[in-house]
């Protein structure tokens, strides 16, 4: 059998409850919703780092963010770290990357990428370091294997989806398998202005948005963000049917792989004072919908899955083994509903918190629980020794993590259990064993 191809579509900051096939009620992505009709559509995926650079790292890595290094924004990936791209071009496949890279390091710039930061991705390269410092919602530099500018006129969606769909062009015209990767910065915000730039005309589409449930009583941004945030998600959702159009043109629709996930989520302000970094779903759920070979079945995953789980599935998809190194595991068996699988599989998802704070958090299917180490500024370590327990939801009885029970009496057995359970994740990720202490002031949101 053939191998197959693999096209990833990465979203930045986009809440997994924008897809209408999640329940979103606006109509935002009807060509998304088609893809998880025809696909598996993953009901339970998490980010393991609510932060840009990190997250990314863990997806192409399938490595906790304290274990390839990039704990926080700002910190390159470092070259000769292995990746899915370096794997797959090892296998004899092309591969090739358009869009937002964040991980070379700060001191290389936010624009061209040095060659051996590029993580593996070798035979087609337009993208910039930081996306949103070198480009403009209508005017969108990139940088090419030899760091020269690329200029793409039109809405910034529209332009590295004409880039893309180039690449595509480039990489899928000997027939050989390849590894294609378009990062999107939208739904992010564009930093300069602190607005979500939708294209025009979008955000007055929704100028009476539909608020998720978790925002609506928490005071934030979300009244002024969510028109110009659905818009662009739209514009998102358009250009991933121009990129399945794009594939099937070129004859490589039926074998290729298409996945699509988002780096982190957007609470919009209403956790702390900028919009992820935090223990909330609305920060570390994140949409993931995939399709193409073996994962054509019209169904639903519920079991918790997250990023560092992406690159060990596929390249299981793809013929070849994980990285020993990998702290995920291949979920194609959950996909293929094998029943010991299904038994077997964790119920927890571990995240790590930068920025914010030095945080960690474990979220199982029913609860949230979250510890902070409150001494030590959130860049200025990637770990501790000693944390604090912060939060605790039960996201049964409280979907929308509006009453935190860290303090509360009656919870004393789940507490402890899930403090065992997370300082189990920490060391299983390389950490060193820490002390969790118990909450004795004032509770936090």
């Not at 294209?199 to 978790?214: I, L, M, N, Q």
């Not at 004859?251 to 609470?267: F, K, M, N």
């Not at 927890?348 to 409150?374: C, H, K, M, N």
Request: proline share 7%; glycine share 10%; net charge negative.
């Amino acid at each position: 059998m053939a191998r197959p191809s693999v096209l990833v579509i990465f979203a930045d900051q986009q809440r997994w409850d924008t897809l209408g096939a999640n329940g979103h009620p606006m109509d935002l992505t009807p060509n998304l919703d088609a893809l998880a009709r025809r696909g598996t559509r993953f009901l339970m995926p998490f980010t393991n780092q609510p932060v840009c650079a990190p997250a990314r790292a863990s997806l192409l890595t399938g490595r906790h963010g304290t274990a390839h290094g990039v704990w926080r924004n700002g910190i390159g990936l470092a070259p000769g770290t292995p990746t899915i791209a370096t794997h797959l071009r090892g296998a004899g496949y092309r591969t090739g990357y358009v869009g937002k890279w964040h991980l070379a390091p700060a001191e290389s710039g936010r624009g061209a990428v040095p060659a051996p930061y590029r993580g593996g991705f070798t035979d087609f390269w337009e993208a910039s370091n930081a996306l949103e410092f070198t480009s403009q919602p209508h005017d969108t530099v990139m940088f090419d294997a030899n760091d020269e500018a690329v200029r793409t006129p039109g809405y910034r969606v529209d332009a590295c989806t004409d880039r893309a769909i180039a690449m595509l062009g480039h990489l899928a015209d000997d027939g050989d398998p390849f590894l294609a990767m378009v990062s999107y910065l939208e739904p992010h915000h564009q930093n300069d202005v602190d607005e979500y730039v939708a294209p025009d005309g979008y955000a007055e589409r929704y100028a009476s948005p539909f608020v998720p449930p978790d925002l609506r009583p928490l005071p934030g941004s979300w009244g002024q963000h969510l028109p110009g945030y659905y818009g662009a998600i739209r514009s998102l959702d358009e250009n991933v049917g121009r990129l399945l159009g794009a594939l099937d043109s070129f004859g490589r629709l039926d074998d290729t792989i298409i996945v699509y996930a988002a780096d982190h989520g957007c609470h919009f302000k209403t956790r702390n004072r900028e919009y992820k970094r935090s223990c909330h779903d609305a920060s570390i759920r994140i949409p993931l919908v995939m399709a193409g070979p073996g994962f054509d079945r019209r169904q639903v995953v519920p079991e918790l899955v997250s990023l560092v789980d992406l690159a060990p599935t596929l390249l299981d998809a793809c013929g070849l083994a994980a990285d020993g190194a990998s702290h995920g595991r291949s979920f194609l068996p959950l996909v293929a509903r094998d029943r010991a699988a299904c038994e077997t599989w964790p119920d927890d998802v571990f995240v790590q918190i930068s920025e914010s704070g030095v945080g960690r958090a474990l979220r199982t299917s029913r609860w949230t629980y979250g510890v902070l180490a409150p001494e030590l500024p959130g860049s200025g370590a990637s770990g501790a020794d000693a944390y604090v327990e912060t939060h605790l939801y039960d996201n049964y009885a409280d979907p929308h993590q509006h009453v935190n029970l860290i303090g509360r009496q009656g919870y004393d057995e789940v507490r402890l259990r899930l403090r065992a359970r997370l300082v189990d994740r920490m060391v299983a990720a390389g950490e060193a064993p820490a002390q969790i202490r118990e909450w004795v002031t004032t509770t936090p949101m």
